[in-house]
């Protein structure tokens, strides 16, 4: 890392700041490290600060200042890979300083770590905040009566989401730019499929029970004793799953549904493994049940061309606009009915609808995965980076620079 390299005319020096680990794949991250690739492209010096359990999970095409190791923090229904070393965050604090950054843009702003250092820490930057929970969060309640009057800080807020705006807003109040998440579209292209001789449904998310995979579970046992056994091809070859992450509901899980020819237990998968896996699936399944603020992975499945079953939830809906087959959270039976329609040929959904039964899906496959390529053009991470690059300005500008 170049500390003190100044920026190019027109460009701007941007550190990106993430509280969660890099060695955990999950949304923000991703969206943090993809927002940096492309600012890079477009001219700018963006730089990284998040923890990381390792060397081998930061990228090399990003330059990132490693905040320190995380530790597991329960929040949202879920577990946060946060950073509580207060001396963590002092050195990231001067590391900050030092480079001398035009702007400094904090992703969930009001979690443990790096982030609580910028809202109460001197000489900065002008900080731009950007909120992607939903359905609220212990690390706003934490710091009442003091959340109101910390985001005050901030130059300009955004959110990932309506969804993502309304939790921020009952908990902070202000005033926010709704934005989107981006997505990489690029990485999809050209991609050799993982081999697979059978229909598959993809599930991609950490094993808790806010992300609903019981439920997908207990929907392929029912898929499983409809659709017979498989014959290498046609729409009513049995169906596989595949299924990917870890989490706390894992063992319980593969107990109740251990590793079979029918059922895949995959564990964490590195980012190819995961693209060739979402280009070759037949389905990605999203299950979750609550909690999603904007679904980052229905955007990646439709860029790779995969047709998507997800819950009927708000952040799902934002996202799919109506790319997607959707169906009422933790109803097991509504999934199998859906998963079948779509590996049977049965169920299909047009541009603009919001899920159920339809055209034939092989008579409109084409037309319609290439509507639902086409939705993922407009959440580019091109034209995001585009839009933060206005917000950066305006925060500039109001700053005083």
Excluded at 162 to 167: C, G, K, L, N, P
Excluded at 273 to 300: D, N
Aim: charged fraction near 20%; charge should be neutral; proline fraction near 7%.
């Amino acid at each position: 890392m170049d500390a003190h390299l100044p920026s190019t005319p027109g460009s701007q020096r941007i550190a990106l700041v993430c509280p969660y680990s890099l060695s955990r794949p999950g949304g923000v991250q991703g969206q943090v490290l993809g927002l940096a690739r492309t600012l890079e492209t477009r001219g700018h010096r963006a730089t990284v600060f998040a923890p990381a359990d390792g060397l081998a999970a930061v990228p090399a095409d990003v330059d990132v200042v490693v905040t320190g190791h995380s530790v597991p923090l329960r929040a949202n229904g879920s577990v946060a890979p946060v950073n509580l070393s207060v001396g963590s965050v002092r050195r990231g604090l001067r590391t900050l300083r030092a480079i001398g950054f035009d702007v400094v843009h904090v992703h969930e702003p009001f979690t443990p770590g790096l982030p609580y250092g910028l809202l109460i820490g001197r000489d900065l930057p002008p900080l731009v905040a950007t909120f992607h929970r939903s359905g609220g969060s212990p690390f706003y309640s934490a710091l009442r009566p003091l959340t109101r009057r910390l985001a005050r800080r901030f130059a300009v807020r955004c959110a990932v989401s309506e969804a993502a705006r309304s939790t921020a807003f009952d908990a902070l109040g202000g005033t926010y730019e709704i934005g989107f998440n981006g997505i990489e579209s690029d990485r999809f292209r050209g991609v050799d499929p993982w081999p697979t001789d059978r229909p598959a449904v993809l599930f991609l998310g950490r094993h808790e029970e806010r992300k609903g995979l019981r439920v997908l579970l207990e929907a392929a046992d029912r898929l499983g004793a409809t659709t017979g056994p498989g014959d290498g091809g046609g729409p009513a070859s049995r169906p596989v799953l595949w299924i990917a992450g870890d989490g706390p509901q894992t063992g319980a899980l593969r107990r109740l549904h251990p590793e079979s020819p029918d059922v895949k237990w995959l564990g964490a998968l590195s980012e190819e493994e995961k693209v060739r896996r979402l280009v070759a699936a037949r389905v990605l399944c999203a299950p979750s049940l609550a909690g999603e603020s904007f679904g980052i992975v229905l955007l990646e499945a439709m860029a790779a061309r995969t047709v998507v079953v997800a819950s009927n939830i708000d952040g799902y809906r934002d996202a799919a606009a109506g790319h997607a087959v959707l169906v009422p959270p933790g109803d097991a039976g509504s999934l199998a009915q859906a998963l079948a329609g779509v590996l049977e040929g049965t169920t299909a959904v047009l541009p603009g609808d919001t899920g159920g039964a339809g055209s034939d899906l092989d008579d409109g496959r084409g037309h319609w995965l290439d509507a639902a390529a086409g939705r993922t053009s407009q959440q580019s991470m091109e034209r995001l980076a585009e839009w933060y690059e206005g917000i950066y300005r305006s925060a500039v500008v109001g700053h005083g620079g």
